[in-house]
């Protein structure tokens, strides 16, 4: 059973280009969490997402950044229109709905170089 | 201030231990927890304590919490070089949902 695979790794794009990042949740996992970590920062939440549902976009800035969890495949992150500020590592975790779980489960991240 | 806070950086000797402090303002979590991040790496969940718990012990680890405080350390005994790795306090609620983390604590351990 593999764990929350993120990719790719490492992500560079220019300034007004486009990025996606892809987290594929562990088997069994229906929900999603992605989080932002700024440089010599701590982990900010942006959105929690299940099969086809925003649940909680609380933490998502109001432009450029959109996530979904289509019925298949993985969970992507768009960021529109790059900009430097951007450059960060992205986390994507995943957790199952059993009762008595407590553990998300992290991916090794995505990180993103704005140039 | 920010909700859950640490002091950024930490240096023990190998083998002393290490006490990685951390303070939050939300008490309404049924969770706290603690990653640790290695270099380029995700996080792992190294332990958590139920928000009821004052504390809880596991091989070398030792969580304790002054809910009256809103204080939560974490006790490495016996650090090792492995141990050096950043250090995430976290409140949440089951599976993962409402995370707040703290910045993270860099553990260096020295030989």
């Known amino acids: 059973n593999a764990g929350v695979m993120q990719n790719p790794r490492h992500l560079v794009r220019r300034r007004g280009q486009e990025a996606r990042l892809r987290c594929s949740p562990m088997k069994g996992h229906s929900h999603v969490y992605w989080y932002r970590q700024l440089p010599e920062e701590g982990l900010k939440f942006m959105v929690y997402l299940q099969k086809e549902n925003i649940i909680d976009e609380s933490g998502m800035p109001k432009e450029r950044f959109s996530a979904e969890f289509p019925k298949e495949g993985p969970s992507i992150l768009r960021i529109q229109q790059v900009v430097r500020g951007d450059s960060a590592a992205y986390f994507c975790a995943s957790s199952s709905d059993r009762e008595g779980g407590t553990e998300a489960f992290f991916g090794q991240g995505t990180r993103l170089t704005v140039v | 201030g920010e909700d859950v806070e640490q002091s950024l950086f930490l240096s023990v000797r190998e083998g002393d231990s290490s006490v990685i402090n951390c303070t939050y303002t939300d008490s309404s979590s049924t969770y706290l927890y603690w990653y640790k991040q290695e270099p380029g790496a995700g996080l792992q969940l190294l332990t958590y304590?139920?928000?009821?718990?004052d504390m809880k012990q596991d091989q070398r680890l030792t969580v304790l919490l002054n809910k009256k405080d809103k204080h939560l350390s974490l006790r490495i005994a016996d650090t090792q070089t492995g141990d050096s790795a950043i250090y995430f306090c976290?409140?949440?609620?089951?599976?993962?949902?409402?995370?707040?983390f703290g910045p993270g604590t860099r553990l260096s351990v020295l030989p």
């Open positions: 976290a409140r949440g609620d089951n599976y993962g949902q409402n995370f707040v």
């Open positions: 304590i139920f928000s009821n718990m």
